[in-house]
């Protein structure tokens, strides 16, 4: 069975999409853009967008049961990859006890003109 999830704490999606999706143990969450919470604005710089994406991703985790700790696979869509370097150091703090595998995707554009999404796979571990 698929669940489909949500987490008060993000934007509202911008199309037909679930916040993320679950099947057995595993979380798909949707691409999340650098958008705030409260005033939907997209902030300015590769720093603040990449510091909005993943919070807003730890959101749709922490409220589905899992956290940046069991994320097994990202995928990073940004478009401008002179940007990547600047995305990384931001990126790697969030984690703690190795690295999750990614790819990284360079895009034309992005919804909200923003300069990134990032996607996630993780493990809900069992309570
Ligand atoms: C923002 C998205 N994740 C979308 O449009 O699919």
């Not at 190795?98 to 992005?110: H, I, Q």
Request: hydrophobic share 40%; aromatic share 8%; net charge negative.
């Amino acid at each position: 069975m698929i669940k489909r999830l949500t987490s008060t704490h993000i934007p509202a999606p911008l199309g037909s999409y679930a916040a993320a999706t679950q099947i057995g143990s595993v979380l798909f969450t949707s691409g999340q853009l650098p958008l705030s919470p409260e005033s939907k604005a997209v902030p300015e710089g590769i720093i603040a967008q990449t510091k909005q994406v993943m919070t807003n991703l730890n959101h749709v985790l922490v409220d589905n049961g899992t956290s940046f700790d069991h994320v097994a696979k990202t995928t990073v869509y940004i478009n401008d990859l002179k940007l990547l370097a600047s995305f990384d150091q931001v990126y790697r703090t969030y984690f703690h006890d190795g690295y999750p595998a990614r790819t990284a995707v360079l895009v034309s554009e992005l919804p909200a003109q923003a300069l990134l999404e990032v996607d996630m796979v993780a493990e809900v571990p069992e309570d």
